[in-house]
């Protein structure tokens, strides 16, 4: 048998593949959900090297559910004490999120910089959007807390469909929308299917509480004080009677808002490292932009995966 070959077999190589399969191609499933291969990459670089602590605060979100907004609320609560929420030039107002809560498995060889996480003062807090099954076991067996955050799946859709077609104006192409959606359904998008990324979270924050705290973008919305609320008793960061009276809740809210945020220079001029200009983060925060977009049919499509993937568990979205 002859060992001369140096390349990969031909049905290895991706570089004879057709623009339009690669197109279809760009995302793989690795242990059950779908991902780039460089993210491929960060996941397994995480799951074999990333250290936890107990003190850690891990967000994960399923992509395009208001992860940045947490961030910056996560920041902002937990580190009140260092940087007080009344300060001019508070680190969100000069910094994009991303940047001061790193995705693990971004950071981690996708852009070549491997952050000295040790280094982090405690409580460390990162990101990521990675499935349950998926974390790095050191994360499942650690005292780690984990801020779980999805959104309904018809506004997730139409924000992942913007993003991907990076525009923040508005997109006439019928045809790639309906693409999308139909690959969206079948559980093909970026860290889906999304269901089960959901399931599996909403299953370890009712069996875990201490864990896990499941929340949605729209009870966010909705009552924003209420899940700040649950967040610090959740994080052991409650309020003070003071911080109360002097409007600190207030402030946080106000500071990292859609309005506060999305017009900071930082957030309209600046790009992140992996490549995504800061702006593309904020479109138009709010609920139920999906009604610009969906047909009929699709609505009931939704409606129809989401009945049959949740029957039985009591999670439920609200689509106001
Ligand atoms: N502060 C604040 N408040 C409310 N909503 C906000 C905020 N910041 C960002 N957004 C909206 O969140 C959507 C982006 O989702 P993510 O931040 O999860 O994106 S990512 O997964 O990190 O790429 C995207 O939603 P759409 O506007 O529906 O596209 C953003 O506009």
Known sequence: MTTSQTSPPKYLQEDSLSEECKKLLD????????????LIQGVIACQQQFQAQDTDIILVTTPKSGTTWL??????????????????????LVKNPHVLVPFLEHTLYVDGQVPDFASFTSPRLL??????????KFVQNSETKLVYLCRNPRDTFISMWYFSNNLRLDHKDINSIEQMFD??????????????????????????PNKVLFLMYEEMKEKPKIQLKRLTEFLECQFSIEEENCGVVDEILKMCSFENLSNLKVNTNEKLSTGEGNETFFRKGKIGDWKNYFTVEMSENLNRITEQKFNGSGLKFLYT
């Open 183 to 208: 690959l969206f359904c079948k559980g093909v998008s970026i860290y889906g299917p999304f269901w089960d990324h959901v399931l599996d979270y909403w299953k370890q924050s009712i069996e875990n």
């Open 71 to 92: 961030k910056s609320l996560l920041f902002a609560l937990v580190n009140r004490t260092k940087h007080s929420v009344f300060e001019q030039n508070h680190p969100l």
């Open 27 to 38: 995302i793989y499933k690795y242990q059950g959900f779908w991902t780039s291969p460089r």
């Open 127 to 136: 990101a990521t959007h990675v499935p349950f099954a998926s974390l790095p």
